[in-house]
């Protein structure tokens, strides 16, 4: 079974800066795309970053420039780095996993292109 757990969320300051991490349970982790999602209060989910097996990294335009998405193969965790918090960064982080290959890196910027969830961390930036 598949289990995908995010921890780091919390409150922030305006400004400041957090990591969060995703620890996935999944015995093909280094062959996975990651990816992480975010979703506000009566909004969509909203792609923030994906990294491949071969660590190519994409993001989301909301938040180019602000944030690093990293993993580690030996820990089958991966990290989201976000800078320059805003008060718009205030939402539900997911991280996301898709085992399967894709065919266009822009798939990857679309949450169905995922088969699995984690329960998502809070994140509250406070001005």
């Known amino acids: 079974q598949v289990q995908l757990v995010e921890t780091g969320g919390g409150l922030v300051q305006a400004g400041g800066s957090l990591r969060l991490s995703c620890a996935a349970s999944?015995?093909?982790?280094?062959?996975?795309?990651m990816g992480w999602f975010r979703q506000a209060p009566g909004k969509e989910r909203e792609f923030v970053a994906a990294?491949?097996?071969?660590?190519?990294?994409i993001h989301g335009d909301s938040v180019k420039g602000r944030v690093a998405i990293s993993r580690d193969n030996a820990k089958n965790t991966v990290f989201l780095d976000v800078n320059s918090l805003k008060l718009e960064d205030t939402a539900v982080y997911y991280c996301?996993?898709?085992?399967?290959?894709?065919?266009?890196?822009?798939?990857?910027?679309?949450?169905?292109?995922?088969?699995?969830w984690g329960q998502g961390t809070q994140v509250t930036v406070s001005s």
């Open positions: 996301a996993a898709r085992s399967l290959p894709v065919s266009s890196q822009i798939l990857l910027s679309f949450h169905e292109s995922y088969e699995f």
């Open positions: 999944i015995l093909s982790f280094r062959d996975c795309t």
């Open positions: 990294i491949r097996r071969d660590f190519m990294t």
